[in-house]
C-alpha cells in the first residue's frame, strides 16, 4: 500500500510543474507505469482522489498508460514484449534473458492544462519550463 | 479556452531516487558494503541477520545494521545481541524504507562512522511489494523468502525478485515437513531474474551460512 506515498508525491510534483503556468488548471496527469513497478491501478486511482483533494490540482484526472516489459534477448538480439511478468524468457528462441527494456517505468508523462483564451500567462518572463517540449492544442 | 499539453516526462519517485544516489555515492567512497533484505513478515529476515552479524564479528568484520519496522524497536534489540552496532528505524504506518529515513538515521549514530564499516545492511519493512519501488543506495538487493511461504511467491511478487541480486531461501530445516519442493523454487526465482545467486540456509542449524559469507567476503572485495 505505497500508492499514497506515490500519488502525494505525483501531487506535489505536478504542481510544482503547473506552477509556470499561472491561470492555468491541470485537467489530467498521464502516468506511464511497467508492469514490474509494483503498482496497483485501482489503488493508485483511489489514492489519488485523496492526496489531490484541496490541493492546487484537485479535480485533475488521473490516466495510467500501463506498459508491457520488452526483453531484449542476447541469444537472438531480438527486443521483443512478454506475455505477463511470470517468466523473462525471449518468446522467440526461449532462452531466459534478464536485459529488461521496459517495464520498471513510474513516470509522470505529460500534464494537460485547460488556459484562458487571452489568459496573462506570462509570455515576457522566462519560462522554466522552456527546456521541456510542449505542444498547443486547441 | 485552449488545452495545452506540457511533456514532463519526469520519474515520480525521483527525489528518492536522487537521494538514493547520493547515498550510493557516500557509501561507495567509504567502502562499505550495503545490503537492502527484503521480505514478507515472518520471513525470519531478523534471525538470518542475527546469525550473518555474529559470524561476521567472530571473523573479525565490522558490520552494522539499520532496522525498518512500523513500530517497535524489538528487533533492533534482538540485532545488537550480535554485538553489532544496530539502529532501529520506525516508519509509524508506512510500509517500506525510503532513501530519506535511512539518510537521517546515518546521522548521529553513537560510534558509527560509513568508513569504519566493511559491511551495513538495512532490513526492510516486512512487504514483498512496496519495497521494491525505493532504491535505497544498496549495492545488494537480497530477496528472502521461507520455505512455509510456497514455491510460488517469486512468480507472485515478480516487481521485487526481478530487481534482487541475490535470493536467500530460509528455514530450509522446515523444508521436509513443509514438503517443500526445492526444484520448482529455484526455478520460479530463476524464471523471474535469470542467474540470480541463490542460498538455501537455516538461521538454527546454520547451514548454507558459509556460502553467504564467502558471497558477502567476495562482494566486499574492491574489484
Known sequence: ?138 | MTTRIVELRRGILKKNDELAAGLRDRFTSAGVLVLNLVSSPGTGKTAFLELTLRNLRSRGAKAAALVGDLETDNDARRLAASGAPVRQINTHGICHLDAEMVTKHLEGWEGVSLAGLEYLFIENVGNLVCPSSYDLGERIRVALLSVTEGEDKPLKYPGLFNSSDAAVITKIDLAEPCGFDRELALRNISEIRPGIRIFETSAKTGVGMEDWLAYLAEQARPA
Not at chain 1, 18 to 43: F, M, N, T
Not at chain 1, 124 to 133: G, I, K, Y
Open chain 1, 1 to 138: 500500500m505505497h500508492e499514497l506515498s506515490i500519488a502525494a508525491s505525483i501531487v506535489e510534483a505536478v504542481t510544482e510543474s503547473a506552477a509556470a503556468y499561472p491561470g492555468a488548471r491541470v485537467i489530467a496527469v498521464r502516468l506511464r507505469v511497467g508492469a514490474l513497478a509494483s503498482v496497483v491501478e485501482d489503488s493508485l486511482k483511489f489514492c489519488w482522489e485523496l492526496a489531490s483533494e484541496g490541493s492546487p490540482i484537485a479535480g485533475a484526472a488521473l490516466v495510467i498508460n500501463k506498459l508491457p516489459v520488452i526483453l531484449h534477448c542476447e541469444s537472438c538480439n531480438a527486443d521483443s514484449e512478454i506475455d505477463g511478468v511470470q517468466s523473462f524468457r525471449c518468446p522467440h528462441c526461449n532462452e531466459l534473458a534478464t536485459d529488461l527494456r521496459q517495464g520498471r517505468e513510474l513516470e509522470i508523462e505529460s500534464i494537460e492544462l485547460e488556459e484562458p483564451e487571452n489568459g496573462d500567462a506570462p509570455s515576457t518572463a522566462p519560462d522554466p519550463l522552456r527546456n521541456q517540449e510542449v505542444r498547443e492544442q486547441i
